[in-house]
């Protein structure tokens, strides 16, 4: 995966995100990767099956955003569905972005 890839996907979680309120209406159930972001700063990057699905209970980024007492009209969320890949593509591009964002709330930082 290139590096001008990751880099987009990490930009766009700046700017195409979505209000927690509305979080389930256009979260789509295709297989992709998500970020939590609080106004500029990444929070949280994962992957999931089904996107809406894995935020259909709630997340532990939204309890540790509530626990650190962030402001939930700042909270945001992005998704980029992805086509099919190898779930080893999948846990390899995860992990340069997680890499080159080091979000707060990830723990897996190497």
Known sequence: ???????????????????????????????GFYAFRYRDEILYIGIG????RRF???????????VDRLNPDD??????????RSPQQV????TLMIQMARPRYNTRMN
């Not at 290139?2 to 297989?31: G, Q, T």
Request: glycine share 4%.
């Open 49 to 52: 099956n089904n996107l809406r």
């Open 75 to 84: 909270v945001r969320i992005s998704t980029f569905a992805m086509g099919r």
């Open 1 to 31: 995966m290139p590096r001008w890839f990751l880099k987009r996907f990490l930009l766009s979680c700046l700017r195409n995100a979505i209000r927690l309120a509305a979080i389930l209406k256009p979260v789509p159930s295709n297989p």
């Open 56 to 66: 259909r209970n709630g997340h532990k980024a939204l309890s540790w955003a509530f």
């Open 91 to 94: 846990e390899y591009i995860e």
